[in-house]
């Protein structure tokens, strides 16, 4: 994120002295990305967050391609996939490219007797069903229906949910997410034709600083293997830390649409980008007020990107028999658009109830066996007129 966070106790200066209550010091650690040349956070420490005891079981969780080179739209009923008790087990990548995989998940369980941590990849994790607190060693995040939670790659996290009825839309990202660069002036600042700001983006508010050793397992993904690591300290003792590289929070319900006379395209709606893809949420809005507007979007070609949609709730006009959970793909060099009769419909029509989270990738997607399980392989004919 491209502002400053403070929180818990800190020295004045860096990289000097910070002694406990026993006169011992605190340890200090830089949790930086790009080398030394992206944002970083400086945490300090009840105990040394280097101390590994023993490296247990290592295993794969490479996702299996079932379409390499996809060239056909697909829609993928999200919420056939089952639940599962724990966390990272129920974690189904259905889509995937060498800069993003795309994730669906309900978890009924929080995690309990592990910590995790994704070394590859930014997680953003979308929560459609289900409420709790995201709690990390830099903090923690109350979170419920709506919300975005971004975390960082190397954040360790726990998930305590709520209830057992969980659904989350997730994308890790190989490459650092941020806020579009064309919202941000030449300080880092959100300017007043972003459809956010600062005061919408939530930072963790509480520390759990724990000074306790023993055996504590960490589940580090790494290379698509999970690797169990046992430390010999809390992963949770942070005292106090400052920086930019932080977990946060922000609710697709304080995105502000941006609408215009005629339709609107894709890029309005965008909140997050990489230099790899971009993720944009829809949500609800006035339509085009220009006489003769059509609300329904034009046909179109993404030359050059994948498009992905999930649907989140309401009414989708532009689409037949779409539900919640459900997820279009529509591929590259290929052409899409309103379904039959959907043009006509919007017609007249002055505003939508829609929510829906889009993510637009300049590779292809590989389809993988999970995805080909939730599956519609006749969506593509869906524009046959009947």
């Excluded at 697909?74 to 990272?88: A, M, T």
């Excluded at 974690?91 to 070394?119: G, H, M, V, W």
């Excluded at 490459?175 to 030449?186: A, D, L, V």
């Excluded at 539900?323 to 006509?344: D, F, M, N, R, V």
Aim: hydrophobic share 30%.
């Amino acid at each position: 994120m491209p502002f400053y966070h403070k929180l818990g106790s800190i020295p004045h200066k860096r990289h000097t002295q910070f002694r406990k209550p026993d006169g011992s010091l605190y340890s200090e650690q830089l949790f930086g990305t790009i080398g030394f040349d992206g944002m970083s956070t400086n945490s300090y420490h009840e105990q040394r967050p280097t101390q590994v005891k023993d490296i247990k079981k290592q295993y794969s969780v490479a996702p299996k391609i079932a379409k390499a080179n996809n060239i056909q739209s697909y829609r993928l009923k999200g919420f056939q996939v089952k639940p599962e008790s724990d966390y990272l087990a129920s974690r189904k990548t259905i889509l995937i490219n060498s800069d993003c995989a795309i994730i669906l998940a309900a978890p009924q369980e929080s995690t309990k007797n592990y910590f995790y941590k994704n070394t590859d990849a930014d997680e953003l994790i979308f929560i459609h069903k289900g409420s709790g607190k995201l709690r990390t060693h830099l903090g923690n995040l109350d979170f419920k229906y709506g919300d975005y939670l971004l975390v960082p790659r190397g954040i360790i996290y726990k998930i305590d949910f709520d209830t057992k009825d969980n659904r989350l839309f997730i994308v890790e990202s190989r490459r650092p997410i941020y806020t579009p660069k064309r919202y941000r002036n030449w300080f880092g600042q959100l300017l007043e034709h972003s459809p956010y700001c600062e005061r919408d983006i939530r930072r963790p508010n509480e520390l759990e600083t724990n000074n306790e050793s023993g055996e504590f397992l960490i589940k580090v993904k790494k290379q698509d293997e999970i690797i169990e690591m046992v430390y010999a300290s809390h992963p949770f003792d942070v005292i106090g830390y400052d920086g930019y590289n932080y977990p946060y929070a922000f609710s697709i319900h304080d995105f502000e649409p941006i609408t215009g006379r005629i339709h609107q395209p894709p890029p309005v709606h965008q909140t997050f980008e990489t230099d790899a893809f971009v993720v944009c949420s829809f949500v609800p809005r006035l339509y085009d007020y220009h006489p003769k507007s059509i609300p329904a979007p034009y046909n179109h070609s993404n030359i050059d990107s994948d498009e992905v949609l999930y649907y989140v709730d309401g009414d989708f006009m532009s689409r037949n028999d779409v539900k919640e959970g459900h997820i279009s793909l529509h591929p590259a060099g290929i052409p899409h658009g309103p379904h039959p009769g959907a043009t006509e419909r919007s017609i007249g029509k002055t505003k939508t109830d829609e929510l829906a989270v889009m993510v637009d990738t300049f590779k292809p997607l590989k389809v993988t066996e999970e995805g080909m399980k939730i599956a519609d392989e006749d969506y593509h004919k869906s524009w046959l007129e009947h």
